[in-house]
Each structure stands twice: as structure tokens, then as C-alpha cells.
């Protein structure tokens, strides 16, 4: 069972940036690796997603574009570089793991694709 730990969230002012970091153990090859984020009193939603060891992404309309997904396998790790922050972005985000397998697209975002979940990390976007 894949474990995943994430790290890097704090507080920014709006148009700024962070980096999210999740350390798996052990790296998971040829299965989605995804990033989620769930705000106050809203559904958690899918925001980035990729296929580790491929490099094929996938992102959420509302950040596409400010948003990149990317691995580096060599460190077990898994990275989200958030750019042009806004105060909507706000949320707790997690990493996730789905089960390998072959899923259509429209799944790739949906949180319950994935079955392995981290603690969360915060961020929080200022005006």
C-alpha cells in the first residue's frame, strides 16, 4: 500500500506562487497520480492529475495554464507548481493514487477514482 505525505502549502498573497510536493512511498509506476483540493463547505475537486512514469496530465478548466503537474520518480515524488494564485484557489489540497487500470478521461479528475489519499496540506490565498 502506497503511502503519500504532502507538503509545501502556506499563505500567499494573490498572483503569487507555490510549490506542492508529495512524497510517495513507495513510488507507484503507470498509474494516475492526481492532486485535489477541497474548500470549506464545497466538494472536494479534482485539479491536476498524471500518468507517473508517462507524463501524460490532465487539469481543471479553472487552472489550466497557472497550474503544472509533474514527477520526479528519482525522489519518489510528485510536484504542483501553482502560479497566478487567486483567493478562489484557497483549499486544503491532496494527493491521490488511483488503483492501476484503464480509466475513461472524464474520470481522471473525479476524487472517487482514486482509493489513496494524503493528510493535506493548506493553502491559503490572500487579496
Known amino acids: 500500500q502506497v503511502q503519500l505525505v504532502e507538503s509545501g502549502g502556506g499563505s500567499v498573497e494573490a498572483g503569487g506562487s507555490l510549490r506542492l510536493s508529495c512524497l510517495a512511498s513507495?513510488?507507484?509506476?503507470?498509474?494516475?497520480m492526481g492532486w485535489f483540493r477541497q474548500a470549506p463547505g464545497k466538494e472536494r475537486e479534482g485539479v491536476a492529475t498524471?500518468?507517473?512514469?508517462?507524463?501524460?496530465?490532465f487539469y481543471a478548466d479553472s487552472v489550466k495554464g497557472r497550474f503544472t503537474i509533474s514527477e520526479d520518480s528519482a525522489k519518489n515524488a510528485l510536484y504542483l507548481l501553482m502560479d497566478s494564485l487567486k483567493p478562489e484557489d484557497t483549499a486544503m489540497y491532496y494527493c491521490?493514487?488511483?488503483?492501476?487500470?484503464?480509466?475513461?478521461?472524464?474520470?481522471?479528475?473525479?476524487?472517487?477514482?482514486?482509493?489513496?489519499w494524503g493528510q493535506g496540506t493548506q493553502v491559503i490565498v490572500s487579496s
Open positions: 498524471i500518468y507517473s512514469g508517462l507524463g501524460t496530465t
Open positions: 513507495p513510488y507507484t509506476y503507470d498509474t494516475w
Open positions: 491521490a493514487a488511483a488503483p492501476p487500470g484503464t480509466y475513461d478521461s472524464k474520470l481522471l479528475l473525479e476524487p472517487h477514482t482514486y482509493s489513496t
